[in-house]
């Protein structure tokens, strides 16, 4: 209570500070003439322009330069930590186009938003209303509690975990590679992997070398259920062990300590990678393709690799493109839900897949007429919002399917349907089709790249004209049938 009150005062103190400094910012002026979600969708933007120079540019690469397109698709996938190429990273790009990826990776995972904040923080000491509401917006905060601390202890945790990430690998590469190059193969990876960016600069294929490598596997994994689970859970996770600590009550946490969303996410998390480890390994058990071949050790850890890439990590030890059919559409189920929001991980996240499941359980129940989870009911605003995602998720998907077989219609239609949900998922796993995909089809993709990123929502609200609300009116029912 007491950290409560010291909190609030602090953000009194602060904003009475915006009030009393009369100059108005530049930044200020630009939030108050441009809609928010816009202003996001263009720092993407810039971001992505910017990176694909650089990366067209002869300095960024081996030898010969590729196409302007390859290099603007693979800036799109790193800004939008995706991971889908049409290029081999390890062969294409020098040190420095290697490095110009770790920048993107990393700006596209914490958001353009959230480096500008930081950078403001670093140049004034108040954030004015106006700001506090788009960085926190952005940054996927609920509410305008300190957000000035929020977003450096976003800067702080993401450096946190990928030095700890780095430091293993490092140990387990260096012996490897050598220093220079294990050293650089360790920041690369535990950058790709906490931002769910899914690149390696290791070769075409992925990690598959590291398939039955415990410690790989384990801090890659780690890494990208970190990234995923968002960084208000850990937040709350950290915050109740030190108070749990200051009181002599032990590190232990138990879910009535926690909040309702974070037990839902770690809930969820669990039992998806728990499911799709047992659902990959009952289907490739005997496929030669995947993991038919291997020890049993190498199928464990191959099948929960497998799984927990789906939260949109995008790396992969096998061929995705061996995979059993079954297993191919299980796939993108798994990775529409994707990770968890306010964490670096895209898809439809799985508070909105919790939403929606305890929506249509309560319906089917007839038992009530509310949403409820963990005896808190769900808001009415709040379930609308959760079908509207999930409408402008399968709306772009069949755009985007419906473009793709036209000017891809050679290619096997399943496997374009892959491509398309580990694009708008930001996933970034593939069949192996990204390279061979028309003009058109590299466009299709790198749109659903970016709206996944951005979220379907916000790309929607970038592009719609707000219009005058008349809450005020109220109409009679429709007498409609459905079903």
């Given amino acids: 209570m007491k950290e409560e009150l010291r909190q609030r005062s602090k953000d009194t103190r602060e904003d009475l500070g915006v009030l009393l400094n009369t100059k108005t910012s530049i930044t200020e002026k630009i939030l108050a003439a441009n809609n928010p979600a816009r202003l996001l969708l263009a720092a993407f933007l810039i971001v992505i322009f910017i990176g694909s120079v650089l990366l067209y540019m002869p300095f960024s690469n081996v030898s010969s330069q590729a196409p302007y397109i390859d290099n603007l698709f693979e800036a799109v996938s790193a800004v939008c930590v995706t991971g889908l190429t049409t290029i081999v990273p390890a062969a294409q790009y020098n040190l420095f186009g290697k490095i110009v990826l770790i920048f993107l990776m990393e700006i596209g995972g914490l958001g353009p938003m959230t480096i500008i904040a930081v950078i403001m923080q670093r140049n004034r000491r108040y954030m004015a209303m106006a700001e506090k509401k788009f960085f926190a917006s952005a940054a996927g905060k609920s509410d305008l509690s300190d957000v000035p601390r929020y977003i450096r202890r976003i800067v702080r945790y993401t450096l946190t975990f990928e030095l700890a990430g780095f430091i293993v690998m490092a140990i387990h590469l260096v012996p490897e590679f050598g220093m220079e190059k294990g050293l650089f193969n360790a920041l690369f990876l535990a950058v790709s992997a906490f931002t769910n960016s899914g690149f390696d600069c290791l070769g075409p294929d992925s990690l598959a070398q590291f398939a039955a490598d415990p410690i790989m596997n384990l801090t890659v994994m780690t890494l990208i259920i970190f990234g995923g689970l968002g960084f208000m859970v850990w937040f709350e996770l950290t915050d109740l062990i030190r108070t749990r600590v200051k009181r002599n009550k032990g590190l232990i946490v138990t879910r009535k300590r926690l909040s309702v969303h974070a037990v839902t996410v770690i809930k969820l998390t669990v039992s998806l990678i ?72 895209g898809g439809m996240k799985t508070t909105t897949a919790a939403v ?90 790198m749109v659903l790249m970016f709206i996944g990123r951005l979220g379907p929502l916000s790309v929607y609200t970038a592009f719609h004209k707000e219009k005058k609300l008349t809450n005020h009116i109220s109409y009679p029912e429709a007498d409609i049938i459905i079903g």
């Fill in 356 to 445: 929606l499941y305890v929506s249509a359980m309560s319906t089917l129940s007839d038992r009530q007429d509310e949403a409820v989870i963990r005896h808190r009911s769900i808001s009415y605003s709040l379930l609308k919002q959760a079908f509207v995602i999930l409408y402008l998720y399968v709306f772009f998907l069949f755009a985007a399917l419906i473009v793709l077989s036209i000017s891809d219609g050679r290619m096997d239609f399943l496997a374009l349907v892959f491509e398309s949900f580990s694009a708008i998922a930001t996933v970034g796993i593939s069949t192996g089709i990204t390279g061979s995909l028309s003009l058109a089809g590299k466009i299709v993709i």
């Fill in 274 to 345: 728990l499911s799709g480890a047992v659902i990959f390994w009952l289907f490739e058990y005997d496929n030669p393709g995947t993991i038919g071949r291997m020890l049993p050790e190498g199928k464990f850890f191959t099948s929960l690799f497998q799984s927990v890439t789906l939260r949109t990590a995008g790396f992969s030890t096998i061929s995705i493109g061996a995979c059993t059919r079954p297993v191919l559409i299980i796939m993108c189920l798994y990775m529409l839900i994707g990770g968890s929001p306010g964490g670096t991980a």
